[in-house]
């Protein structure tokens, strides 16, 4: 099956760049995605980058995509206390274009 | 709506019992997943509609597990005798299109589902 793996904590002070990883299995992946969770709420899209792309840029965010390693980062630069939350990579494929496969989520706590 | 509203959006209930969880996803949108999340785990997929055509239900971890989506629109997820592992919140999305495609999915708030 596919993997998607991320590291479970990150913590940053506030005004600081924060960097999140993601790693998969999938040579396949089509679509690659972050998503973000406040405390109680659902998912909310970031950003995404196709899979021949090797950078996306969304004003404070930053997506850069290593296809060779299959590793896939979300920078924040200048994190706010607002950004704290779980961030999820999610992946696609050829295969399985019509779900998502999500890693485990990265909790980014933001000191101030 | 302007957004995915599931209900209700905390639910007891006792071993054993039958649960209906409900998601009206939002106008327009022909996709509809719903996926799991357990505490500290990642999301699980479970069933997704599109349209007209048959749900893909790979993801249903049992036969106590049961989706419907009527008229194209609000879908309601059922589960039967519930156990305490089913405990979780339970999370529906809607899409125009597939992830594929690139196309993103709105998640509603979820449903968080206690079994004692």
């Known amino acids: 099956g596919e993997d998607v793996e991320q590291s479970l904590f990150l913590s940053v002070r506030e005004g600081d760049s924060s960097v999140i990883n993601c790693t998969y299995t999938d040579s396949s992946s089509t679509y690659l995605y972050w998503y973000k969770q406040e405390p109680g709420a659902g998912l909310q899209l970031l950003t995404y980058i196709f899979s021949n792309m090797d950078m996306k840029q969304d004003q404070r965010l930053t997506v850069l995509l290593n296809k060779k390693d299959k590793h896939l980062s979300l920078r924040i630069a200048d994190t706010q206390t607002g950004d704290s939350a779980i961030y999820f990579c999610a992946e696609t494929n050829l295969y399985n274009f019509n779900k998502f496969y999500f890693g485990s989520g990265t909790k980014l706590n933001v000191k101030p | 709506g302007a957004g995915v509203s599931q209900s209700p959006s905390n639910k007891v209930t006792e071993k054993g019992k039958d649960v209906e969880l409900r998601c009206d996803p939002i106008?327009?949108?022909?996709?509809l997943y719903w996926y799991r999340q357990s505490l500290g785990q990642g999301l699980e997929f479970l069933i997704y509609f599109q349209g007209n055509s048959a749900p893909d239900k790979s993801g249903l971890p049992s036969d106590r597990f049961s989706a419907e989506r009527t008229g194209g629109s609000v879908s309601t997820l059922t589960i039967q005798r519930t156990q305490q592992e089913d405990s979780a919140v339970y999370l529906c999305?809607?899409?125009?299109?597939?992830?594929?495609?690139?196309?993103?999915?709105?998640f509603g708030s979820g449903t968080r589902l206690t079994v004692v």
């Open positions: 106008s327009g949108h022909t996709a």
């Open positions: 999305a809607s899409s125009l299109g597939s992830p594929g495609a690139g196309y993103g999915y709105t």
